[in-house]
């Protein structure tokens, strides 16, 4: 089965840095993968789809690239509400794997 | 407005039976895909399945195959997760979520929180 592994599975950071989290599958997936924010006690949010299309009423400060097996997610300028843990998922061919999560918390 | 509403908090007994419901409004429901995913306490998110309304056709993820159900209602824009026999290990926050115009899941239910515990 394929697997979705990210990196770091947390960190921490000062408000204003640039953040990058890696996202990598087990099997070439092309550019189906999608990112999400959870923000502590909240639901889910579709930040980016396509690997790097930002979901319409997302902050530009988000940004997607990659292809295959290797995504990555930046956070430029980190604000307070980006406290959150993010996670990379794998859709369109069934199972639509989550990975693990990356925690981003404030130094 | 896209929406979806799911049914509330459950507490239950170890081999009691469950179905909670994910009633979706604002748009078509019958052609976009509703998926389940299971969160357990301060755990990640882990996708159960998913459901195409119009023809009931139904994937599971390895882990849940066989354990839950998923189906829907056409007729009330309503999907369902059951269990036949619930374990203590089925305590989880469950969401129902559609999948998104281009990709991704773009729509989330508010959850439903599962307790199990004698």
């Known amino acids: 089965d394929l697997q979705m592994t990210q990196s770091p599975s947390s960190l921490s950071a000062s408000v204003g840095d640039r953040v990058t989290i890696s996202c990598r599958a087990s099997q070439g997936i092309s550019d189906f993968l999608a990112w999400y924010q959870q923000r502590p006690g909240k639901v889910p949010k579709l930040l980016i789809y396509?690997?790097?299309t930002l979901q319409s009423g997302v902050s530009s400060r988000f940004s997607g690239s990659g292809s295959d097996t290797y995504f990555t997610l930046t956070i430029s300028n980190l604000q307070p509400e980006d406290v959150a843990t993010y996670y990379c998922q794998r859709y369109g061919s069934a199972p639509w794997t989550f990975g693990p999560g990356t925690k981003v918390e404030l130094k | 407005e896209v929406q979806l509403v799911q049914s509330g908090a459950e507490v239950k007994k170890p081999g009691e039976s469950l179905k909670i419901s994910c009633k979706a409004s604002g748009y078509t429901f019958s052609t976009y895909w509703i998926a389940w995913v299971r969160q357990m306490p301060g755990k990640g998110l882990e996708w159960m399945g998913i459901?195409?309304?119009?023809?009931?056709?139904?994937r599971y993820g390895p882990s849940f195959e066989g354990l839950v159900t998923i189906s829907a209602d056409k007729s009330i824009t309503t999907a369902y997760l059951q269990w036949d026999s619930l374990k203590p290990s089925d305590s989880a926050m469950y969401y129902c979520?559609?999948?998104?115009?281009?990709?991704?899941?773009?729509?989330w239910g508010q959850g439903t929180l599962v307790t199990v515990s004698s």
């Open positions: 459901i195409y309304p119009d023809d009931s056709d139904t």
């Open positions: 396509g690997a790097s």
């Open positions: 979520a559609r999948a998104g115009e281009s990709g991704g899941v773009s729509n």
